[in-house]
Nanobody
Framework: QVQLVESGGGSVQAGGSLRLSCAASGFTTSSYAMAWFRQAPGKEREGVATASTIGRTSYAESVKGRFAISRDNAKNTLYLQMNSLKVEDTASYYC??????????????????WGQGTQVTVSS
């Protein structure tokens, strides 16, 4: 059974940091592009960052220079280090897997597997 389980969310003040983790099971992440998406109340789900099977990365403009995606294929785990958090980063964060080796576009329809999400709340 395929599962993606996110953790590490929480409440933090603006300017703070959080590190999200996504533990995968039921499939081998080394064959999948992995990504983080987020969704705020009343808004569409948007791509945040993506990493290819060999660790090439791409980011949404809104998080460039502040967020870093990384992966440990041996542990089947994906990470998102979030620094200099802003109030507008408040959202539920989801990890996702796409059945491709290169950089997968940050569009939801490319991704096959999804986690249940973890809440990040940034206060001013």
């Amino acid at each position: 059974q395929v599962q993606l389980v996110e953790s590490g969310g929480g409440s933090v003040q603006a300017g703070g940091s959080l590190r999200l983790s996504c533990a995968a099971s039921g499939f081998t992440t080394s064959s999948y592009a992995m990504a983080w998406f987020r969704q705020a109340p009343g808004k569409e789900r948007e791509g945040v960052a993506t990493a290819s099977t060999i660790g090439r990365t791409s980011y949404a403009e809104s998080v460039k220079g502040r967020f870093a995606i990384s992966r440990d294929n041996a542990k089947n785990t994906l990470y998102l280090q979030m620094n200099s958090l802003k109030v507008e980063d408040t959202a539920s964060y989801y990890c996702a897997a796409a059945s491709m080796g290169g950089i997968a576009p940050l569009r939801t329809y490319y991704y096959t597997y999804w986690g249940q999400g973890t809440q990040v709340t940034v206060s001013s």
